[in-house]
C-alpha cells in the first residue's frame, strides 16, 4: 500500500503542524542516510524530495544571510542618527 498525506485541503489549519513534524522527521533520515552512504538505496521518488529539500534549505538560509546582513546595515545606519532624526523615521 503507497504511503500517502492528507488531502491538499485539510493540510491547511490542523495537519500543517504535522506535515512540519513530518517534514523534520523525512529531514533528520536523510542526514542519517547521507552520512552512512545509503541514500542511493532509496526511491527515486525520495530522492527527489531530498534534492528539493536541500535546496529549499539552501534558499531559505541564503535569504536569512541576506536579511541578517541587510539588519546590520539598517543598525550601522541608524547609529550614525541623532535622536531626532530616529523618531522622524519612527525608530
Known amino acids: ?7 491538499p485541503n485539510e493540510v491547511i489549519g490542523e495537519y500543517s ?12 533520515l536523510r542526514s542519517v542516510l547521507r552520512r552512512g552512504g545509503r541514500e542511493s538505496d532509496l526511491t527515486n521518488e525520495t530522492r527527489k524530495w531530498i534534492r528539493e529539500h536541500d535546496k529549499a534549505d539552501r534558499e531559505r538560509l541564503d535569504q536569512e544571510e541576506r536579511e541578517g546582513k541587510r539588519a546590520s546595515l539598517k543598525k550601522k545606519a541608524l547609529a550614525k542618527l541623532n535622536i531626532d532624526e530616529r523618531e522622524a523615521l519612527g525608530f
Do not use: I, N
Open 1 to 7: 500500500m503507497p504511503c500517502t498525506g492528507p488531502e
Open 17 to 28: 503542524a504535522e506535515l512540519d513534524r513530518l517534514t523534520r522527521v523525512c529531514c533528520d
